[in-house]
């Protein structure tokens, strides 16, 4: 017998299900797609396990025959694709049978479906993608796909998955992508039975953001409409200078498909260039409407990335269209004050001319396809001991640079940074011995938050207490900030700080206890150091000097930054020409 042997039916499936199922929102992305695929105007997803022991996605769409829910179970079966050439034109999102095979190749999957015009319906039975069963039902018209025991053939695929918080964080993220691109679209979901959410049809894409992403959000933005022959882009882009903290609210879709992008994610941040500080972010909602022909889907196997033809059209395209968006907002006041500014006068701005915009978009029809992170300090490098001994305090620079003798050199010395790496130090050095001293708000601040998010923040809420922040869930999606560590000082700055660690652990969900403790207590103390721009007088200057001395690694704060530059006197008589 030869080496080379062709691999079994079953092993195939599991290949192929490797390829498109990574977890449980990845089934319920596919089959809240084919819902909408079969014209569903109402969908109900009920979860249990967070998707690992159940997933059913009920919808009220057109429904199969018997032959057809046959034909969705095989491999390579479509009503949407009957030559290559369609592959470059297709504009739905799924094929009954491009995801059903994969994911009942890994799970136990029953499929109950019903047309308008049958009398009854059909309810197949389905173990590791072996047909068990063919029963004739009574069932409303339309489909249901129940999807048990994920990954019950392929403990390894199930070892990689996160904790269920994790999971459940993802699940809720997908079931915001598609409700936010289907607002005509009824979007309802339960958790171990117990209601999660309710979005009903909305008429207007700003009443569904409203739902999805809550009020705070919302009430940020503004629209955003263009349209010509090639393309056309709508939605929603904040107004400035608004700007958040995290890229949480940052989504991109492409003939109705979330996607990333980033080229035209690039074009937003250009356009908000001059108003968006360090560390601080836009906030979009972008749909972009082109020839199917003109996009490759099949670049990555869960479609999330595309290329155009020639995308620096499109980039032309988008960021012409955000800079006018902002062009009535900067006409209407004499100036404007960018974030970290004083206020001045502001420059004109160009703008690309219709004729150019038509050019662009010439180009992009004709073209062909082409293709800040926080620091930890337990990984970082030894740092040597930074002395305070002998100084004298010289004076503050542009209120954000304290100028210090030391012997024979000057130290320019990162106010914030310095106070920000003994804040850190402190806040981990209490929590290590359990002697957080909490100081409580007048007043609990409320921040309510989306339905994926409050899901996150129960999951850290013990890593939060423990550093001395009193958080409680005052509602599903709402949570009440009621104590804040005595050893930060700056209460105002607690607001901030709260939404801010909210997106952050949403956004970037680290693991293990150091890792979380380590994130929270670097942003806690970044919100509640000494600022840029704040003013400080002598004695706290000396003080502020003596406790970074006393810092375990006094070089950077949190985030990896210097908190200081120390400039010899004989580098100083190098550069003025006295050696």
Known sequence: MGKIQKLPESLIRLIAAGEVIERPASVLKELVENSIDAGATHIAIDIWGSGRTRLRVTDNGEGMTRA????????HATSKLNAFDDLQTLNTFGFRGEALPSIAAVSRLTLTTRT????????????????????????????????????????????????DSTERTHLLKTLQEMALAHSGIHFEASFEGKPTLNWAACAQLAERIGDVWGLSVSKQLVPLDFSQSACAIHGFINTIPAHHPTKAYQWLYVNQRPVQQRMLTHAVYEAYKEWLPVG????????????????????????????????????????????????????????????GSARREWPAM????????????????????????VVSDHTAREEKAFSVEGVRYLGQFQNLYLLVERGEELLL????????????????????????????????????????????????????????????????HTFALKAWPAVLPDVRRAQRFFEEI???????????????????????????AIMAGDPISAPEVLQLLKDLGGCERPMTCPHGRPTHLPFSLPELNRRFGRT
């Open 280 to 339: 601080r972010h836009p906030i979009f909602l972008l749909f972009l409407t082109v020839d199917p022909a003109q996009v490759d889907v099949n670049v990555h196997p869960a479609k999330r990335e595309v290329r155009f033809s020639n995308e620096r059209a499109l980039y032309d395209v988008l960021y012409a269209q955000i800079r006018d968006v902002f062009k009535t907002k900067i006409a209407s006041s004499a100036s404007i004050s960018p974030a």
């Open 350 to 373: 160009t703008h690309p001319s219709p004729a150019l915009i038509d050019a662009a978009l010439s180009l992009f029809s004709a073209g062909s396809l082409t293709s800040t992170s």
């Open 68 to 75: 057809d829910a046959h034909a969705a179970l095989d491999r």
């Open 116 to 163: 308008r015009d049958d009398a009854q319906g059909w309810q197949l039975q389905l173990d590791g993608g072996r047909l068990l069963s063919t029963t004739a039902v009574g069932s409303a018209p339309g489909t249901t796909i129940d999807v048990q025991d994920l990954f019950f053939n392929t403990p390894a695929r199930d070892k990689f998955l996160k904790r």
């Open 502 to 528: 909210v997106e952050a652990l949403a956004d970037e969900r680290p693991t293990g206890k150091v890792t979380i403790e380590h994130e929270i207590a670097a942003r806690a103390a970044c919100r509640a």
């Open 413 to 476: 010395i990162d106010q914030h940074a310095a106070a920000e790496r003994v804040l850190y130090e402190r806040l981990l050095a209490q929590a290590a011995e359990a002697r957080v001293v909490r100081q409580p708000l007048l007043t609990p601040l409320l921040l309510d938050v989306a339905p994926g998010q409050a899901e996150t923040i129960r999951s850290y809420l013990s890593e939060l207490d423990r550093l001395g922040f009193s958080v409680e869930p005052f509602g599903p």
